[in-house]
């Protein structure tokens, strides 16, 4: 298990940007997956982003253009660059670390950050 706390969420208007954090306390993070989920009240916990060990990086369709994501390892950090926030982006938005199988770039997230919450209105 690895200890994630995101931060960065917040309340902007439409159009604006946010940058999101997550922070591995107590262990590196090389070796890992880093996701990045979104949920809303009363649905379940979608993907928005993932970036393997390597670097390599998956988006879903509707962030794409808009959405980054990218990793410290130094830093035992992950990030989600957000631009153009629309206010359907709004939710909670979680990171997630786990070792995926050899064929895959991501999956297995076993550990979970708390969340932080994303508001997108004007």
């Known amino acids: 298990q690895v200890r994630l706390v995101e931060s960065g969420g917040g309340l902007v208007q439409p159009g604006g940007s946010l940058r999101l954090s997550c922070t591995a306390l107590?262990?590196?993070?090389?070796?890992?997956?880093i996701g990045w989920f979104r949920q809303v009240p009363g649905e379940e916990r979608d993907g928005v982003a993932c970036?393997?060990?390597?670097?390599?990086?998956l988006h879903r369709d509707s962030v794409k253009g808009r959405f980054t994501i990218s990793r410290n390892n130094a830093e035992k950090k992950g990030y989600l660059q957000m631009e153009d926030l629309k206010p359907e982006d709004s939710g909670v938005y979680f990171c997630?670390?786990?070792?995926?199988?050899?064929?895959?770039?991501?999956?297995?997230?076993?550990?979970w950050g708390q969340g932080t919450q994303v508001t997108v209105s004007s």
């Open positions: 970036i393997s060990s390597d670097g390599r990086t």
């Open positions: 997630a670390v786990g070792l995926p199988p050899p064929t895959a770039m991501c999956g297995n997230f076993s550990s």
């Open positions: 107590g262990s590196t993070l090389e070796n890992y997956a």
